[in-house]
T-cell receptor, first 113, second 114 residues
Framework: AQSVAQPEDQVNVAEGNPLTVKCTYS??????LFWYVQYPNRGLQFLLK??????LVKGSYGFEAEFNKSQTSFHLKKPSALVSDSALYFC???????????FGTGTRLKVLA | SAVISQKPSRDICQRGTSLTIQCQVD?????MFWYRQQPGQSLTLIAT?????????ESGFVIDKFPISRPNLTFSTLTVSNMSPEDSSIYLC???????????FGPGTRLTVT
């Protein structure tokens, strides 16, 4: 069965420090991987995706993610966290050709001033 | 990216009634999806809305409970029928456009059933 795991319910980081939000996946076939952010009372906003090519992908708001096939991971990173980055982050996986997403359980990021 | 609107943004409904949620996109899109996000939880795909034909439902979701229409390439509706408090959730529509694989989400409809 295909699945996505976000092992941390919450991540706390001090403003200005680097942040990492973890995601691992289990799919058959080539995975398409995505990160979304959800602010309170808002829909999901697309941050970045990995389809093919360079393992390091850059996205919106200074976020980037690294695809690691051997570890089946797609961790979200940012070199310097902002208080405004505090939100709920979702990792999602899709299998080539299906367009359907499987979402992780979400990680709440709290950036402390 | 597409601009997506949903109506209503929120509603409080009585048990046993039905609510229809509308999703409007500002451009023609390839795929439209409906998701449910229960309080404090992740998103679960309800169905894929197919233009001009019956929606494709995921395991655990049935047409009698969640009838979906998609009359054209920019509009879809989801009805939550015979509601119970367990249906209290945020309902989101999403779309893909062209050959892109990323989905873009509407702002959601927050439904409370009393």
């Amino acid at each position: 069965a295909q699945s996505v795991a976000q092992p941390e319910d919450q991540v706390n980081v001090a403003e200005g420090n680097p942040l990492t939000v973890k995601c691992t996946y289990s799919v058959s076939g080539n995975p398409y991987l995505f990160w979304y952010v959800q602010y309170p009372n808002r829909g999901l906003q697309f941050l970045l995706k990995y389809i093919t090519g360079d393992n390091l992908v850059k996205g919106s708001y200074g976020f980037e993610a690294e695809f690691n096939k051997s570890q089946t991971s797609f961790h979200l990173k940012k070199p310097s966290a902002l208080v405004s980055d505090s939100a709920l982050y979702f990792c999602a996986v899709s299998v080539k050709g299906t367009y359907k997403y499987i979402f992780g359980t979400g990680t709440r990021l709290k950036v402390l001033a | 990216s597409a601009v997506i609107s949903q109506k209503p943004s929120r509603d409080i409904c009585q048990r046993g009634t039905s609510l229809t949620i509308q999703c409007q996109v500002d451009s023609q899109v390839t795929m439209m999806f409906w998701y449910r996000q229960q309080p404090g939880q992740s998103l679960t795909l309800i169905a894929t809305a197919n233009q001009g034909s019956e929606a494709t439902y995921e395991s655990g979701f049935v047409i009698d409970k969640f009838p979906i229409s998609r009359p054209n390439l920019t509009f879809s509706t989801l009805t939550v029928s015979n509601m119970s408090p367990e249906d209290s959730s945020i309902y989101l529509c999403s779309v893909t456009a062209g050959a892109a694989y990323e989905q873009y989400f509407g702002p959601g409809t927050r439904l409370t059933v009393t």
